[in-house]
Antibody, heavy 118, light 110 residues
């Protein structure tokens, strides 16, 4: 069974750093892209960027580039989303999702709630 | 402002048929396939359609997808209360070199 399991909820202060994770299982991790998707409270889905675990090539949504870093550790089948300096506006649920070859995302993690508040 | 345009809301009574539109452009829907996602309250999104009109296993055939030119649509027939939730279209955009979502449509079953 294909699964993506994300790390748990986080509560941080503005300016702090954070890395959340997404561990894939039940499939060959390096065969499929992983994307990160943001959902702010009461709002829609926003694509943040994707990584190809086989070569670590990345596309970022320009709206997020420079503020977040996407990476993987293929030795442990895990993707990461990282912030160097959080803002209150980063408060959201973050989902990782696995792509098929046709860009569709049939597998999603359960989501990680990140709360940034002073 | 989302790159793909969806109506913010749709509604119907049980048993009715509803459609949700998704309008894009020549750089996304016009040249790439459309996927649809269903997000029920408090849950992660779920793939409803890939490649415009292909249903993953487990998706009832009450749901149908289509694409024409730079637009796509999702139709739900025999509406049920458990269909209530948010629906999103998505496509790869060649100009942005990234995935774009519609703003989402909140479906209410009256």
């Amino acid at each position: 069974e294909v699964q993506l399991v994300q790390s748990g909820a986080e509560v941080k202060k503005p300016g702090e750093s954070l890395r959340i994770s997404c561990k894939g299982s039940g499939y060959r991790f390096t065969n499929y892209w992983i994307s990160w998707v943001r959902q702010m409270p009461g709002k829609g889905l926003e694509w943040m960027g994707r990584i190809d675990p086989s070569d670590s090539s990345i596309n970022y949504n320009p709206s997020f580039q420079g503020h977040v870093t996407i990476s993987t550790d293929k030795s442990i089948s895990t993707a990461y989303l990282q912030w160097g300096s959080l803002k209150a506006s980063d408060t959201a649920i973050y989902y990782c999702a696995r792509h098929n070859v046709d860009i569709a995302m049939p597998g999603w993690g359960q989501g990680t709630l990140v709360t940034v508040s002073s | 402002q989302s790159v793909l345009t969806q109506p913010p809301s749709a509604s119907g009574t049980p048993g009715q048929r509803v459609t949700i539109s998704c309008s894009g452009s020549s750089s996304n829907i016009g040249i790439n396939t459309v996927n649809w996602y269903q997000q029920l309250p408090g849950t992660a999104p779920k793939l409803l359609f890939y490649t415009n009109n292909q249903r993953p296993s487990g998706v009832p055939d009450r749901f149908s997808g289509s694409k024409s030119g730079t637009s796509a649509s999702l139709a739900i027939s025999g509406l049920q209360s458990e269909d209530e939730g948010d629906y999103y279209c998505a496509a790869w955009d060649e100009s942005l070199n990234g995935l774009v979502f519609g703003g989402g449509t909140k479906l209410t079953v009256l």
